[in-house]
């Protein structure tokens, strides 16, 4: 059963930085990203990385955010620096074994739970 496990948030004062990670259960992912979803917002994509390499930012976190795999411990991450309180969400990881586009977005079969970023000011 796959599983996607996230961990690393918790809350920061503007200007700080948090690393969150993604651990999974070795599936082979052609796709991985990073979403969140504040409240009252729809859930929005933040970056996503594939096994080539390529990294897709938001540009609402371009230039502050990190993605990045680690395929020997079947972890994801993001380093998340600069923190802004709009970047307060939960925070949840995704993956797909094919990157594949359905109406223009890219589909991600599995999701984590999430973890919360509190951002004050």
């Known amino acids: 059963q796959v599983q996607l496990v996230e961990s690393g948030g918790g809350s920061v004062q503007a200007g700080g930085s948090l690393r969150l990670s993604c651990t999974h259960s070795?599936?082979?992912?052609?796709?991985m990203g990073w979403y969140r979803q504040a409240p009252g917002y729809q859930r929005e994509s933040v970056a996503h990385?594939?096994?080539?390499?390529?990294?897709n930012y938001a540009s609402s976190v371009q230039g502050r955010f990190t993605i990045s795999r680690d395929y020997a411990e079947n972890t994801m991450y993001l380093e998340m620096r600069n923190l802004k309180p709009e970047d307060t969400a939960v925070y949840y990881c995704?993956?797909?074994?094919?990157?594949?586009?359905?109406?223009?977005?890219?589909?991600?079969?599995?999701w984590g739970q999430g973890t919360q970023v509190t951002v004050s000011s």
């Open positions: 995704a993956a797909n074994p094919t990157i594949t586009l359905v109406d223009g977005k890219l589909e991600m079969t599995y």
């Open positions: 070795g599936s082979i992912f052609n796709v």
């Open positions: 990385i594939t096994s080539d390499g390529d990294r």
